[in-house]
């Protein structure tokens, strides 16, 4: 048992949002800020590839990841094992940190989560849930409430609400977000985070979890959470190291966009392309697709191609064979 006068719980931050919200983003923007937090992260991904560690900038930070399940239902268990090796690491001096995020999937309900930190008694002396951190898509958050419960429950449960990608949308379009928004969630403020740019200060130490706001918005809150996810929605995963030919696979992504874009919830993906030497990087929300050119493939790495999607009644064995047409042979 610990002794409460003598110490301080290590506060933590459940950072969730819908599918290619920004979260990687703005998690990105805080691990390279200079201040002097030192942050342990939790990385939880839907599927079977974690794609994400790949995408974020390693510092001096120690990075968990979690990608069996779902963080909210299946890998809970895993989260408590997690939470508990860190706590025993930082007690030995093997670990530095003095906060943890958790980034949670995009398809998450944010309450079994914050709910590990009241209801597992050694969690809860340990930690100090801090806040629930939302992003929102500025661009797809109307959309995506209006289809999908999780999106909701993200908003709903924040403490704070970051928008995201408002330089897509018109300040007459942020105006009805927000009032969307407020009749979600009237707690929080929302700030808006321009490629998750934001005042950390805003976002950490907001001592913003207040356990009797939510339990008179979710009374069950400490009892029985169990939910269940949108049935329609899969994950699949691409894997080859055979490289792709640059014109075919741009030429596949477009095809891609135009024919299941409506259903495509995300996509992502490291890309190895004959002739570059570097990583190409695909990220896409929808119709919205973006590339990039990311690091150079080590020297003693295997230059794999993994893509991963997610959607709903996508057909897989169609786009398994569509990008076996795109590789080099
Ligand atoms: N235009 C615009 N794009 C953004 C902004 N913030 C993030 N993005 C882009 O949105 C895409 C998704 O961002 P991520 O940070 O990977 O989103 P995520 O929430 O971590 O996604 P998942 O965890 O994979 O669901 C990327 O291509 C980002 O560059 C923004 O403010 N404006």
């Given at each position: ?35 002097g ?38 890998v ?22 003095e906060r ?35 992003v ?27 928008l ?39 976002i950490?130490d ?21 939910h269940a ?11 080859t ?26 996509y ?20 919205l ?5 990311g ?13 991963v ?21």
């Open positions: 048992m610990l002794d409460p006068n003598s110490f301080t719980p290590v506060p933590v931050t459940i950072l969730t949002g819908f599918l290619g919200a920004g979260k990687t983003t703005l998690l990105n923007r805080i691990l390279s800020e200079q201040h937090h030192r942050i342990a992260v939790i990385e939880n991904e839907f599927g079977e590839a974690g794609i994400d560690n790949d995408l974020l900038i390693q510092g001096e930070e120690q990075i968990v990841e979690m990608n069996n399940g779902c963080i909210c239902c299946t809970r268990g895993d989260l408590v094992r997690i939470l508990g090796e860190l706590a025993e690491k930082r007690e030995n001096g093997s670990l530095i940190f943890v995020i958790i980034e949670t999937t995009g398809l998450a309900d944010p309450a079994p989560v914050a709910q590990t930190f009241f209801v597992e008694q050694d969690i809860g002396e340990y930690y100090l849930l801090d806040g629930v951190i939302t929102v898509d500025a661009k797809h958050a109307l959309k995506q409430l209006s289809e999908c419960h999780e999106a909701e429950e993200q908003v709903g449960f924040a403490d704070r609400l970051l995201s990608k408002t330089d897509l949308i018109t300040p007459e379009e942020v105006i009805e977000l927000e009032t969307r928004l407020r009749l979600i969630n009237a707690r929080a403020p929302i700030a808006h985070a321009h490629f998750g740019e934001t005042d950390i200060s805003e950490l907001i001592r913003g979890f207040n356990l009797n706001a939510i339990l008179e918005i979710e009374p069950d809150f400490l009892g029985d959470v169990s996810h949108d049935a329609g929605i899969t994950s699949f995963v691409y894997r190291e055979q490289a792709f030919d640059a014109a075919r696979i741009i030429g596949f992504m477009d095809v891609m966009v135009r024919d299941y874009g409506n259903d495509l919830l995300r992502k993906g490291i890309v190895h392309i004959a002739g570059c030497d570097r990583k190409v990087i695909y990220q896409g929300v929808h119709m697709l973006g590339d990039s050119i690091e150079l493939w080590a020297a003693n790495e295997v230059r794999q191609s993994v893509l999607l997610i959607g709903r009644n996508l057909p897989k064995q169609e786009i398994y064979t569509a990008l076996d047409s795109c590789r080099v042979i």
